[in-house]
């Protein structure tokens, strides 16, 4: 580690930030950074030089405590910090993630609106100039990693996500709620497209059939994303099998593309712990997975999560959504998760179900069913999550939520999509 100064601007190279997500109500760097003070504000790079995070330090700036990340898809968030414990208890969380795209959440906040986060946005932008008049310094180091950011401005971070895009032949238009754990910092390797259902009513969905990628696509494609990655991968410790029904895959390609994604993109030797794998499942790709498949999963150098698209245990309500399932299957797949969860330490099954106040009484009956009266005490895995299907009556959805909540015997949040 090395502080700089440069025309009153600090540079701090490699500074190690927390090594392990947790979940805090304050500004949190993890993994290793390159951190670039300003009179007001604090920008933090990752080791390949791309901007991360934004924290403002002026008047100007909304909350001391709120910030601003980018993501490798070129998307910017801002973390709000209003009403801590209200947030935590929908999410969570102890924050609120605010996108810059169109997304289900229920909370009305546009802090890109903001001039103060205008004005941070801005100061990054005339960064890169800045160092590269004012840089010149004696160490090598130092210089690397100065010309490194100074060359990557807004143009050049949007180029570096179009060509993540393109060697995923697609961007990833979903992450698993569960990829909160690490707030969404995970390496997507894709293993199939298309899913089974193509339902309706769904936002993400690619509109392709379901097809499995050869060892041969795999295996280029993790390569390309360590190279990708590269001086960087040191801080990734999770990877997304994706695309939307990753688990249809056999169980041998499931196996394969895990170790080979673990090993090759060396989340064993990331500055970050807590090694997480995380996947999407379906109704019929979860209750047709023989034994063998989550023993697997069980035996993996990391912590797998698999997320099931269960949506409703109402018959009417699944026909309404275009959903091509049987309401029994979404029944027998929610007690095949508890009997899983149960059985296996190293994973844990989630499930994710509709929510809109137009539903009929039959859903939410059918849903408490499964997550009250199914269940015979509080079980801490095999977390639910509601998803919005509309955000309209913004403040009546979060009322009903609470309202599910406090008779859930599971640990029930809402699920906020979040694209990569």
Same mark, same amino acid.
């Given at each position: 580690?090395?502080?700089?100064?440069?025309?009153?601007?600090?540079?701090?190279?490699?500074?190690?930030?927390?090594?392990?997500?947790?979940?805090?109500?304050?500004?949190?760097?993890?993994?290793?950074?390159?951190?670039?003070?300003?009179?007001?504000?604090?920008?933090?790079?990752?080791?390949?030089?791309?901007?991360?995070?934004?924290?403002?330090? /002026?008047?100007?700036?909304?909350?001391?405590?709120?910030?601003?990340?980018?993501?490798?898809?070129?998307?910017?968030?801002?973390?709000?910090?209003?009403?801590?414990?209200?947030?935590?208890?929908?999410?969570?969380?102890?924050?609120?993630?605010?996108?810059?795209?169109?997304?289900?959440?229920?909370?009305?906040?546009?802090?890109?609106?903001?001039?103060?986060?205008?004005?941070?946005?801005?100061?990054?932008?005339?960064?890169?100039?800045?160092?590269?008049?004012?840089?010149?310094?004696?160490?090598?180091?130092?210089?690397?990693?100065?010309?490194?950011?100074?060359?990557?401005?807004?143009?050049?971070?949007?180029?570096?996500?179009?060509?993540?895009?393109?060697?995923?032949?697609?961007?990833?238009?979903?992450?698993?709620?569960?990829?909160?754990?690490?707030?969404?910092?995970?390496?997507?390797?894709?293993?199939?497209?298309?899913?089974?259902?193509?339902?309706?009513?769904?936002?993400?969905?690619?509109?392709?059939?379901?097809?499995?990628?050869?060892?041969?696509?795999?295996?280029?494609?993790?390569?390309?994303?360590?190279?990708?990655?590269?001086?960087?991968?040191?801080?990734?410790?999770?990877?997304?099998? /994706?695309?939307?029904?990753?688990?249809?895959?056999?169980?041998e390609l499931l196996e394969y593309s895990a170790l080979q994604a673990y090993e090759r993109l060396e989340?064993?030797?990331?500055?970050?712990? /807590?090694?997480?794998?995380?996947?999407?499942?379906?109704?019929?790709?979860?209750?047709?997975?023989?034994?063998?498949?989550?023993?697997?999963?069980?035996?993996?150098?990391?912590?797998?999560?698999?997320?099931?698209?269960?949506?409703?245990?109402?018959?009417?309500?699944?026909?309404?959504?275009?959903?091509?399932?049987?309401?029994?299957?979404?029944?027998?797949?929610?007690?095949?998760?508890?009997?899983?969860?149960?059985?296996?330490?190293?994973?844990?099954?989630?499930?994710?179900?509709?929510?809109?106040?137009?539903?009929?009484?039959?859903?939410?009956?059918?849903?408490?069913?499964?997550?009250?009266?199914?269940?015979?005490?509080?079980?801490?895995?095999?977390?639910?999550?509601?998803?919005?299907?509309?955000?309209?009556?913004?403040?009546?959805?979060?009322?009903?939520?609470?309202?599910?909540?406090?008779?859930?015997?599971?640990?029930?949040?809402?699920?906020?999509?979040?694209?990569?």
């Amino acid at each position: 580690m090395r502080v700089l100064d440069i025309s009153g601007v600090q540079i701090e190279l490699e500074k190690k930030g927390a090594s392990r997500y947790s979940k805090v109500s304050y500004p949190q760097g993890y993994g290793i950074y390159t951190e670039i003070k300003t009179g007001n504000y604090i920008f933090d790079f990752d080791l390949n030089g791309e901007i991360k995070y934004i924290t403002g330090r /002026g008047e100007d700036w909304p909350h001391p405590q709120e910030w601003l990340k980018r993501t490798k898809g070129n998307d910017w968030m801002y973390y709000f910090s209003g009403g801590y414990s209200d947030i935590f208890d929908c999410i969570g969380e102890y924050y609120l993630p605010c996108f810059n795209y169109p997304t289900n959440t229920l909370w009305t906040r546009d802090p890109f609106a903001d001039k103060g986060v205008q004005r941070a946005m801005q100061a990054w932008k005339e960064l890169p100039g800045f160092l590269r008049e004012n840089g010149m310094d004696s160490s090598r180091e130092s210089q690397e990693a100065i010309n490194r950011i100074s060359s990557l401005g807004p143009g050049e971070v949007w180029k570096n996500a179009l060509k993540l895009f393109s060697l995923l032949e697609g961007r990833v238009s979903v992450l698993p709620p569960d990829c909160r754990h690490v707030d969404y910092d995970c390496i997507p390797v894709v293993i199939s497209d298309g899913c089974l259902y193509n339902c309706k009513f769904c936002s993400v969905k690619s509109n392709m059939d379901f097809r499995i990628r050869s060892r041969q696509e795999i295996n280029t494609q993790i390569e390309n994303l360590r190279k990708f990655y590269s001086m960087d991968l040191k801080n990734y410790c999770a990877v997304f099998l /994706g695309m939307h029904d990753a688990l249809n895959c056999p169980r041998e390609l499931l196996e394969y593309s895990a170790l080979q994604a673990y090993e090759r993109l060396e989340l064993d030797k990331s500055y970050l712990r /807590g090694e997480s794998l995380y996947l999407f499942g379906s109704v019929d790709s979860f209750l047709t997975a023989q034994e063998e498949v989550f023993s697997m999963f069980e035996a993996l150098p990391c912590y797998t999560y698999i997320n099931l698209g269960l949506e409703s245990a109402d018959q009417a309500t699944l026909d309404n959504l275009g959903k091509p399932v049987q309401a029994d299957k979404v029944r027998d797949a929610f007690f095949r998760m508890q009997d899983i969860n149960k059985k296996y330490k190293n994973m844990e099954v989630t499930a994710n179900f509709l929510m809109d106040l137009d539903f009929s009484r039959q859903h939410w009956d059918a849903l408490f069913e499964l997550i009250r009266e199914g269940l015979n005490y509080y079980y801490h895995k095999g977390t639910v999550y509601l998803s919005p299907l509309r955000t309209n009556r913004k403040r009546e959805q979060i009322h009903k939520f609470k309202e599910i909540k406090k008779r859930s015997r599971l640990p029930l949040y809402l699920y906020l999509i979040q694209r990569l």
